[in-house]
């Protein structure tokens, strides 16, 4: 079996990593990155078994294409590679929305090419081919989106890829994937970012950042990740993430009155969110020890 992985990044180079450990020899793992020296590197690492200089043939004869670029770079790749993928294989992506590439994938590949939606619920602050990790989808939940015209064929290779990885396959509709991960990622990230722009432009930060610890690491770590990735993900979820921003933004005014008022209700405010936490955490715990 040949695939693809077009973007040899975090997620590409994690992938192709996570899949050759699980079948070794089985697979063919071929990669194409626009950076020479990332190809390079993807190699060295053997996050691919070898690497194509062009898009067009990193395609060629392959039964499945991983496109792991931001989202914003996935209609030109779609665009790139219609004509030279050919027919039978199947076509998916990892990138954080799904709304906007399904509609990319209907133009570009429907009805010749199936194609269907991915994105893994796994990351870190660090990005590049650098930060690959071959463990990196273990017990983590992976979204799939099938677009309508794709043979229900095609889904079961996803599904079975994607537990190649370590991964725990969702089948969901691409809005409803939309709107939760935009409270679940998208939010956070975007809090994140507003943690440490509000402290960080603070007069008294040189200080406070000598004071700073584990709490503060801890809740600006998505601040960390690749703005051109974020950035892509923000514009092509935009009513989705908004939404969140204003249910946020009437969480925290309630919670900002209750300080105000300093009659005990933020304590008991407190104690429903710790609870609710760590029902959360528990819930993680047993998905994890059931595999």
Known sequence: ???????????????????????????????????????EQAKRL?????TEATLA????????????TP????????QGIAAYTPPGCL???????????????RKYLCPKLAFVGGHPMAGKERFGIEAADSSLFRYCAYC????????????????????????????????????MVAGISHL??????????????????????????????????LASGNPKVLGDILSTNREAVLHWVDEFSRVLAELKAELAR????????????????QQWLEGRANQQCSQ
């Open 91 to 105: 076509i998916t992506d990892t990138a954080s929305t799904k709304q906007q590439v399904m509609i990319w994938a």
């Open 144 to 179: 799939l989106t099938p677009a309508d015209w794709t043979d229900p064929k095609y889904v079961e290779v996803a599904k079975n890829t994607v537990e190649w990885t370590g991964g725990k396959p969702f089948l969901m509709d691409a809005r409803q994937h939309d709107y």
């Open 1 to 39: 079996m040949r695939i693809t992985i077009v973007g040899l990044g975090l997620i590409g180079g994690s992938l192709g990593m996570a899949l050759k450990q699980a079948r070794g020899n089985e697979l063919e793992i071929v990669g194409y990155a626009r950076n020479a020296d990332v190809a």
């Open 46 to 50: 053997r996050a691919v078994d070898r």
């Open 57 to 68: 043939s990193s395609v060629s004869g392959s039964d499945l294409v991983f496109i792991c």
């Open 188 to 221: 956070p990230a975007l809090v994140s970012a507003a943690v440490v722009a509000a402290t960080a432009g603070s007069a008294d930060w040189p200080i406070m950042a000598g004071l700073a610890s584990t709490g503060y690491r801890d809740t600006t770590r």
């Open 262 to 277: 300093g009659n005990g209700d933020l304590e008991d405010t407190l104690a429903r969110v710790r609870q609710a936490r």
């Open 71 to 78: 989202v914003r770079a996935v209609e030109e790749v779609l």
